[in-house]
């Protein structure tokens, strides 16, 4: 098996070795996803987080720096602060060649920091946000929003692709700013959709059948299918969370022209947060 930055048979760089970390609702399927073909191993402030990759076959190292030495790094931690903590603790330990790959959802211009303080170690930084949830991570469905030096790309291409369809977006920080357009849109037609739904019942319609009527029409969204579970009050405070955060550094990024998707979208975030306040006051 050819070593770190070794060239395969028909020229290519192969990646040997995967390191992850960010064992989360997402993260935990996507190191999993990435064991049945890759050499992974992870790492986790708290030891117990890792037991569910190491049983999909990763191997945990005592270490963050100890990720360093990999071909290519992933990182999915919850926000940006997580990111530039994991991000300045693998530096010391980056080696030339080595990809970092930022699946979380965080702010363009705190990626193009990052991406100067990892080129200054001889390695690469990709950002790779990805869409699509747990179920797809696990069977290598999600979508991958791509930015970064088109050499950097094709060394954890492979990577990306056991992950799901991969969309190159541009340079650093292209994939950033596509997934903040992915998350805005997708939280407004949560938004839209619950309205719609509210004015269904106020017509005495049976909201099942309308979900069904509309989810077969021109109406059908990603978004009307989730509702519910979204909405669902042991769900309700963590979505909010997410979506939040994520309304937030839209609207940081796209500045006044964001303002009617943020002023359709946000109503809706602080129904799902009240939501999860009754529901802790009744528990």
Request: glycine share 14%.
């Amino acid at each position: 098996m050819p070593g770190h930055g070794e060239v395969d048979d028909v020229g290519g760089p192969t990646v040997t070795r995967v390191g992850f970390v960010g064992l989360g609702d997402i993260g935990t399927p996507m190191a999993c996803r990435l064991a049945e073909r890759f050499e992974v191993a992870v790492w986790a402030r708290r030891p117990e987080a890792t037991a569910a990759a190491l049983g999909g076959g990763a191997q945990r190292v005592d270490r963050l720096t100890d990720l360093g030495a990999c071909d290519v790094v992933g990182v999915c931690v919850t926000d940006g602060e997580a990111v530039q903590a994991v991000v300045e603790g693998l530096v010391p330990g980056l080696v030339e060649g080595t990809v970092v790959c930022i699946h979380s959802t965080v702010a363009p211009d705190l990626i193009e920091g990052l991406d100067e303080l990892v080129r200054s170690s001889g390695a690469a930084l990709i950002d790779a946000p990805v869409s699509g949830g747990a179920d797809a991570a696990a069977v290598g469905r999600l979508r991958v929003m791509a930015g970064g030096d088109p050499a950097a790309l094709d060394r954890c291409r492979d990577v990306l692709d056991q992950l799901g369809t991969v969309l190159v977006m541009g340079g650093v920080g292209s994939g950033q700013r596509t997934k903040l357009l992915n998350n805005a849109l997708y939280t407004a037609q949560l938004a839209l959709a619950a309205e719609i739904l509210g004015i269904a019942e106020s017509f005495n319609l049976d909201r099942d059948a309308v979900v069904a009527a509309i989810g077969g029409g021109s109406g059908a969204s990603f978004a009307l299918g989730r509702l519910q579970t979204v909405a669902a009050p042991s769900r309700a405070g963590h979505v909010a969370r997410l979506l939040t955060k994520d309304l937030a550094l839209f609207e940081q990024a796209s500045g006044a022209r964001g303002d009617v998707v943020a002023a359709v979208a946000r109503p809706f975030l602080d129904v799902l947060e009240r939501r999860h306040t009754q529901e802790d006051q009744r528990g």
